[in-house]
């Protein structure tokens, strides 16, 4: 059977500035995931050196860094069977001139540095675990019964 696990998901601050927030929500929640932790903040240097660590080698960091400290984003915690990978596929390729039209990246973006979303990489074991323990206190998460589940589930 499919692991039910969470997600550690993001609007980036060009989604948030361009008002993508509801849109990008609405598209999770239509799916079937479900959202057990929600917030606006504004990301501090630390935080976005610590979560954009495995980059810091690349010639892209500071700007990548400058970027994601630039203005508030919208960070999620969803859960759902395979959310990870399932999440992913719904933002599409990262740099957004290669996503598919219909994925996020893809209707939303048109530049790498300006790509509208994180979401945890389910390639590398145990993102999602970490990046929920970064951004979100364990009594910011809520857990709860939604009522679709055996609509949604087999
Ligand atoms: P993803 O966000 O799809 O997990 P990643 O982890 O490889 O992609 O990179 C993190 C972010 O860094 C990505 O969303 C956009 C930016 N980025 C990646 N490669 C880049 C590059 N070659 N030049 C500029 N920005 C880049
Ligand atoms: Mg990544």
Do not use: C
């Not at 601050?13 to 799916?31: M, N, T, Y």
């Not at 999620?76 to 992913?88: I, K, P, S």
């Not at 596929?89 to 996503?99: H, Q, S, V």
């Not at 993102?127 to 929920?132: F, G, H, L, M």
């Amino acid at each position: 059977m499919t692991e039910t696990e969470r997600t550690f998901v993001m609007v980036k601050p060009d989604g948030v500035q361009r008002g993508l927030i509801s849109d990008i929500l609405d598209r999770f929640e239509g799916r079937g995931l479900k959202v057990v932790g929600a917030k606006l903040m504004q990301m501090d240097r630390e935080l976005a050196e610590q979560h954009y660590g495995e980059h810091e080698d690349k010639p892209f960091f500071e700007g990548l860094v400058d970027f994601i400290t630039s203005g508030p984003v919208f960070a999620m915690v969803l859960e759902g069977q395979d959310a990870t990978r399932q999440v992913r596929r719904m933002m599409g390729a990262t740099d957004p001139k290669e996503a598919e039209p219909g994925t996020i990246r893809g209707d939303y973006g048109m530049d790498l540095g300006r790509n509208v979303i994180h979401g945890s990489d389910h390639e590398d074991e145990g993102a999602n675990e970490r990046e929920i323990d970064l951004f979100f206190d364990e009594d910011e998460l809520v857990e709860w019964d939604k009522i679709d589940g055996s609509w949604l589930y087999e």
